[in-house]
């Protein structure tokens, strides 16, 4: 532990007060999205929120709000396509894209896939393209609605998936205890899962679109609280930049899964984090104060499926 640099950086906060705060991501043109995956409506139902933010004044306007079959969402992770389209990973719904309507305003959201292999699909957490432009998802709900709503933290039913660009979506892995951010290395030949609830990072060998082998254990992190890894982005050097949730850090991975490094957070439980492209600026979603935050990395950030 010696060799561990802690970074005491300097964090600007943006916003608070956004219920559930995760999935922030830049589109093509600039804006940042995130979501507000615990706001409930009236009747205590989920009711969750896609959410456009204004980052020189931390304004706040509303993108939509997820539904499918008069069920609310819970979207919880984000990606952006080279069509610009939102892809969401929700937790009620499963997988969701999101396209701008004509006048840009608002979001219309589609239900992707309600199937996988003949089972419902799973309601899903996060996910990350890789640069052939497969979606890579986890899925650590149980099958989405209308069944009720049920999460892996207690049995390990936690599942990764893969959305292809032929539009077939593959179960990739199951057996997880609440399986949760996903990364792909920068030349598309790993795949990195969090698993939260025994605060691992699992490390798989892409061989092709939603096909993986040589499943190994990469990383664990530190610590004996409630939490673990959550969202993570690569930075241009390979390394692995990991929200801890309820640690109060941010770990630093290298290539090979060697912690190096600890971003101290002004937070207890960060729960996602995304580089601005071609910048050194890293935004951070937290659930202590349910707030966006922003810090300046050592370097700038791994080129994203939609910048290539």
């Known amino acids: 532990m010696s060799s561990v640099q802690v970074f005491t950086l300097e964090f600007h906060k943006i916003c608070d007060g956004l219920k559930g705060a995760e999935g922030p991501v830049f589109d093509k043109n600039g804006r940042f999205f995130m979501v507000a995956p615990e706001v409930e409506d009236a009747d205590g139902y ?28 819970i979207p919880a ?18 997988l969701l894209k999101i396209t701008p309507s004509v006048d840009g305003t608002r979001g219309i959201e589609e239900q992707v896939v309600r ?14 393209f890789d640069s052939h432009g497969n979606l890579w998802i986890t899925a650590p709900a149980g099958p989405i609605a209308p069944a009720p709503y049920t999460r892996s933290m207690q049995e390990p039913f936690g599942s990764v998936y893969c959305h292809t660009t032929a539009g077939e979506t593959k179960l990739v892995d199951s057996g997880y205890l609440f399986s949760n951010g996903i990364a792909v290395a920068k030349d598309s030949s790993t795949l990195i899962v969090a698993e939260t609830g025994t605060k691992s990072l699992w490390s798989y060998d892409i061989t092709g679109a939603g096909t993986v082998t040589n499943k190994k254990l990469w990383a664990k992190l530190l610590g004996d609280h409630i939490g673990g890894p959550d969202g993570m982005d690569f930075d241009e050097n390979g390394y692995l930049l990991v929200a801890n949730w ?12 060697i912690l190096t490094g600890r971003v101290k957070c002004p937070f207890t439980k960060p729960s996602n984090l995304h580089f601005k492209p071609n910048s050194t600026e890293v935004y951070v979603t937290e659930h202590e104060f349910h707030g966006l935050w922003m810090f300046n990395w050592n370097c700038k950030g791994q080129k994203q499926y939609c910048e290539l």
């Open 46 to 73: 989920s009711a969750g929120e896609v959410l456009l933010v204004n980052l020189g004044n931390g304004g706040i306007s509303k993108w939509c709000c997820p539904t499918a079959d008069t069920t609310g969402g």
């Open 115 to 128: 199937e996988c292999g003949g089972k419902p699909m799973q309601g899903c957490n996060d996910c990350a």
């Open 77 to 94: 992770g984000c990606q952006v396509d080279k069509g610009n389209n939102l892809w969401v990973a929700d937790m009620r719904l499963g």
């Open 246 to 257: 309820g640690s109060g850090y941010l770990e630093v991975f290298d290539q090979s899964g």
